[in-house]
């Protein structure tokens, strides 16, 4: 994440709480096009929710589906965070979270994925008319979701301790990627001046909207995915908080562009990362 970026949109107990307690603003941002909901599929979502609520401090509504099966979706303040399912028995998936960007049309913005050399992972369904949905790989292997909202519109609070932050694509090949999202969304990109990697911002509408960069060495065995952002306004809090539930904390808190976070993975796996901003945005 670059030093200038200015657009990135605890438990309950009495002792030092990983999330103060805020109330969030509503998210002015939903938008086409743009990412607007963050989604976990877990090897034990139950788990996960426990893990996810102490961290965060997030509250869970719980929608049942197919037998045996439901969907959670993540509270804060009253406003709707982010969503919680269980891995599909029986096809092996690890726990991972997925970044869905909205669409107006996602039949059509799935056609024309699939003619620039996307895979489709999993194509268009409507999600019990909340939406319809489809899950993509891009040409350089990364998965992100499509999200044509019904009655879910996405995220009601960002940019701020406790919600959705920012989004960042590592790839083996910006380029491929660069030419793949311009084309499919009508992304543009702003490169970076950084000594230490190749970095660009995502604009949309003059907004920035999230970022790529070229995957640097050490993380040379992951494969090109995109990275999930959550605020916190406690970072080393956070981390202790993180550990000591259970997760895994890849490393330390430190200087990341406008703020501080880390990496870390949760009980069951889950890559995620978090920052505490030195100034969070208005808006």
Do not use: C
Request: aromatic share 10%; hydrophobic share 45%.
């Amino acid at each position: 994440m670059p030093e200038h970026l200015s657009d990135i949109t605890t438990p309950k107990e009495d002792r030092i709480m990983a999330i103060t307690a805020t109330t969030p603003r509503a998210n002015s941002t939903k938008t086409m096009n743009n990412f607007g909901w963050p989604n976990l599929a877990s090897t034990d979502d139950a788990a996960a929710a426990t893990f996810y609520g102490r961290i965060f401090g997030w509250d869970w509504d719980v929608m049942p589906l197919m037998e045996g099966m439901v969907h959670r979706n993540a509270h804060l303040g009253g406003l709707q965070i982010a969503g919680l399912d269980a891995t599909m028995p029986g096809l092996d998936m690890p726990t991972a979270w997925t970044n869905f960007v909205y669409v107006a049309d996602i039949e059509k913005t799935v056609a024309t994925a699939r003619q620039l050399g996307a895979t489709i992972v999993a194509d268009v369904m409507d999600v019990m008319g909340e939406g319809h949905m489809a899950v993509v790989l891009d040409p350089t292997g990364a998965a992100f979701g499509l999200w044509q909202p019904g009655r879910h519109t996405g995220a009601d609070a960002v940019n701020q301790p406790g919600t959705y932050t920012w989004v960042e694509l590592a790839t083996d090949d910006a380029k491929s990627a660069m030419r793949f999202y311009g084309e499919l969304f009508g992304w543009s990109y702003e490169k970076q001046d950084m000594v230490s990697m190749e970095y660009w911002m995502v604009q949309l509408e003059g907004r920035a909207i999230a970022g790529l960069m070229r995957k640097p060495q050490d993380m040379a065995q992951m494969p090109s995915h995109w990275g999930t952002y959550f605020g916190v306004a406690d970072i080393d809090a956070t981390a202790a908080e993180v550990t000591d539930a259970g997760g895994t904390v890849l490393f330390e808190p430190m200087k990341m562009g406008p703020g501080r976070g880390f990496a870390a993975l949760d009980p069951q796996g889950g890559y995620f990362m978090t920052i505490q901003l030195d100034e969070w945005p208005a808006e």
